[in-house]
């Protein structure tokens, strides 16, 4: 009970940090995906089902405010956080090099979707602008961002202080 009121505080501070203060910390309109940051530390930090419900909630944020499909960032969320839990068996809290890597490939895949099926169908081809201007830039900024909220996040959620490793039970 106690990890589900801290997982809503989480989640609607970050998509408030999201919306409001990264917005106007925005460079050349690139501002860093909080959201990703929340799904992917929550998907390896307690597993594949808790990364796909997180992933879901932080996606049907983002549909019912700023989505023009229902579902659609949903579902994205969703996945990241699932493929982010596989990881679950290999995460140490103490290791920060995991949780980087892992949070960069997941913006650079939800980025990557979103263009592919926003803009490559409509046949927008310009991948090599947009890699370039939005997907690398967004993918640096997160990146940058993580080093400070993960740290926040782990430590708001970490149960077992004294070590990284989870007992089968817990799994």
């Known amino acids: 009970m106690k990890r589900n009121i801290i997982l809503f505080f989480v989640v609607i501070t970050g998509f408030v940090l999201q919306t409001t203060l990264f917005q106007a910390l925005s460079f050349g309109n690139i501002s860093p995906n909080i959201l990703i940051i929340i799904t992917a530390s929550y998907g390896f930090m307690f597993g594949k089902h808790y990364g796909m419900t997180v992933g879901f909630i932080c996606g049907l944020l983002t549909d019912i405010f700023y989505g023009d499909v229902l ?43 979103c263009y592919v099926l926003l803009y490559l169908l409509r046949c927008r081809f310009h991948i090599v602008f947009y890699l370039k201007n939005v997907i690398v830039p967004e993918m640096v900024y997160t990146i940058f961002v993580t080093v400070f909220l993960y740290p926040c996040i782990l430590l708001l959620n970490w149960t077992r202080a004294d070590t990284g490793y989870h007992s089968q039970q817990e799994r």
């Open 71 to 113: 579902g659609f960032y949903a579902l994205v969320y969703l996945y990241i956080g699932a493929a982010n839990g596989f990881f679950h068996s290999i995460f140490f809290q103490e290791d920060i090099k995991l949780p980087l890597l892992l949070i960069a490939i997941s913006d650079f895949c939800y980025s990557f979707v």
